[in-house]
């Protein structure tokens, strides 16, 4: 597993490189796909029964490399995270491209942002206020299930542009406009206190007719 880790460090995923050396990156991505394969058929030892002979073997492979360039699994936590899933796993059948590339991608941090949301909590980052201003007003019409299903949908996609650097800069709250009222500048004016904050009725009243009494002098 560490020799797989080690390689995956370098894989070429979400890299252009010239044409000239396509050839050796393609070569590499192989000799890592090979390593991950190595330990899936250890851990799955149906595995022939989805890949009966080499030409099944080569074309799995393949679409291994395409689902995990298309969501961007290149790092070894990733790998490690997926192959951990499938050590989990309770069957015997070989995982398809894309439920590995979930399995690598699911490190439970969707599940926090839902729990932080269902419980009323603040957002943990511009992340996690994308997908509630996404989702947020359509999951109040769903059902539990729908509702969680969606929202993983919504944070995988955010996810996936957050890895590729496309998250979209957060906006500067500007200052609230002033609410003070020209009955407060004439008050503050003649130093004459807050009728709200002064204590009893009748001190409160004395105090609210004197301001309007100067605001209108």
Not at 44 to 49: E, G, P, V
Not at 185 to 210: T, Y
Request: hydrophobic letters at 40%; proline letters at 5%; charged letters at 30%.
């Amino acid at each position: 597993m560490k020799q797989v880790s080690a390689t995956v460090t370098q894989l070429p995923i979400g890299q252009t490189k010239p044409m000239s050396q396509q050839s050796e990156s393609d070569q590499f991505a192989a000799r890592v796909i090979n390593r991950i394969f190595e330990e899936l058929q250890a851990i799955f030892t149906a595995w022939r029964s989805a890949m009966p002979n080499d030409k099944a073997v080569t074309l799995t492979k393949r679409n291994y490399v395409k689902a995990m360039m298309a969501k961007n699994v290149s790092t070894p936590e990733m790998v490690s995270r997926g192959l951990a899933k499938a050590r989990e796993c309770e069957n015997d059948f070989f995982p398809s491209p894309g439920k590995f590339v979930a399995w690598c991608l699911d490190d439970g941090e969707w599940r926090e942002a839902f729990s932080r949301l269902t419980h009323h909590e603040k957002p943990l980052n511009t992340l996690e206020r994308l997908v509630r201003n996404e989702v947020g007003y359509e999951m109040r019409f769903l059902n539990a299930e729908k509702a969680e299903a969606r929202f993983r949908i919504a944070f995988e996609k955010w996810k996936a542009k957050e890895r590729r650097g496309e998250l979209p800069e957060e906006l500067i709250a500007l200052p609230a406009r002033s609410s003070v009222s020209v009955t407060d500048k004439a008050r503050n004016a003649h130093g004459i206190a807050d009728p709200q904050k002064m204590p009893g009725r009748f001190s409160r009243l004395i105090a609210q007719r004197v301001a309007t009494k100067q605001t209108r002098g």
